[in-house]
């Protein structure tokens, strides 16, 4: 696999990288894909027919040579809705090359494992990269993820992770997501905004989830029930009555009650995805207390969202609260509800957002 490249930015140590150019006969210069490169580009394609869509009816999805560096404006709001708590934890930062978002959705223990990991993402995100020599950005998500399972407590509680890292350079934006919170990117032409799914999801309903499952639960009666139940929301491991976790990939749930016959089917690898962002772009994060109630199948779809809350408050400030407000107004959600929305502009904010995780008493 190839892309055309018409220049090539001014590259820097930490830069993630495509891979070599070579000359060919046309005169055109190609850029090789690196393995991991393919991967998350692969990724983002995937993340667009999950959803049902057509990648080649969507506008502008070609990587091409940046004109000019983006930034990043970013806006946050939350809630803790009808929960008693709230366990959401997010942050943006600036970073030296780029600008680094992350909303965390936490389960028990009142969102604590969704702070620490917020915490360690922010500090060591940089660093981390610094470190990977070929631009295998894919492997510090991976790397960190990783790290964070080994240093948060023994517990049942556990948390959910969408990062994404957005390179002025390129202005491409890695997108690592792990659970049931997705980023999504607005984009706007000739009046008609689209919606472009950046986040590959996986849940018990996906094949290699329920092999995974099958593969540790014995019990051939908890396999019939759980198997007979479709809706992959109502699914969950361990496969005890209103015990077990929900989603298939999250970080946490070391206790001895989240596994069976001492092993664990929820895996902590991320699925990471890249795309290239344009100017005027709106850049949406949230968890599953606004999108398990928007879209396909749900209790309003994505078109009434982008009719009544994306399209009509494209330059409203206040975009982020306004989701919000939409989740539990009109997709009547239950759960804690955070959105953060991401501005594309040529110009750099002053100062630079920078934000600490929310902390919760």
């Not at 909303?103 to 940089?126: P, T």
């Not at 894919?138 to 080994?150: S, Y």
């Not at 049931?180 to 999801?201: A, G, N, T």
């Not at 509800?337 to 002053?350: C, I, K, L, N």
Request: overall charge negative; aromatic content about 6%.
């Amino acid at each position: 696999m190839s892309i055309l490249v018409r220049s090539r930015s001014s590259s820097s140590s930490s830069q993630p990288l495509d891979g070599p150019v070579r000359s060919h006969s046309d005169g055109i210069k190609r850029v090789r894909l690196l393995p991991f490169v393919e991967k998350m580009k692969n990724n983002f394609l995937e993340a667009i027919r999950q959803h049902g869509l057509d990648p080649a009816l969507l506008p502008s999805l070609e990587p091409k040579a940046a004109e000019c560096s983006l930034y990043l404006s970013v806006t946050a709001e939350e809630t803790r809705g009808k929960r008693t708590t709230m366990e959401d934890a997010h942050f943006d930062c600036a970073l030296r090359e780029g600008h680094l978002i992350g909303l965390f959705d936490g389960h028990s223990e009142k969102g604590m494992l969704a702070r620490q990991v917020a915490r360690l993402f922010k500090e060591q995100f940089q660093a981390s990269l610094d470190a990977q020599e070929n631009g295998d950005i894919r492997q510090v998500f991976i790397d960190l993820i990783a790290r964070a399972q080994n240093e948060v407590p023994v517990t049942h509680a556990g948390t959910t992770a969408l990062v994404a890292y957005f390179h002025h350079a390129t202005n491409q934006l890695y997108t690592a997501t792990l659970g049931d919170s997705e980023l999504k990117v607005y984009r706007k032409v000739d009046d008609v905004v689209h919606s472009i799914p950046v986040s590959v999801i996986r849940h018990w309903g996906i094949e290699k989830e329920e092999a995974r499952f099958l593969s540790v639960v014995t019990d051939e009666g908890k396999k019939e029930r759980w198997l007979k139940e479709k809706n992959p929301e109502q699914r969950r491991f361990p496969p005890e009555a209103n015990a077990g976790l929900n989603v298939s990939r999250s970080i946490g749930e070391k206790s001895q009650l989240m596994f069976v016959n001492g092993k664990s089917a929820i895996s902590r690898k991320p699925k990471v995805s890249m795309c290239q962002l344009l100017a005027d772009d709106r850049v949406v994060l949230a968890c599953d207390g606004l999108w398990h109630f928007v879209g396909a199948d749900k209790r309003v779809t994505e078109q009434d969202f982008v009719e009544k809350v994306i399209k009509p408050h494209w330059n409203d400030p206040e975009l982020s609260e306004r989701i919000v407000t939409y989740a539990l107004n009109t997709a009547m959600s239950t759960d804690n509800v955070t959105a953060m929305v991401a501005t594309v502009g040529t110009e750099a904010p002053e100062p630079l957002t920078s934000t600490p995780p929310i902390q919760y008493e």
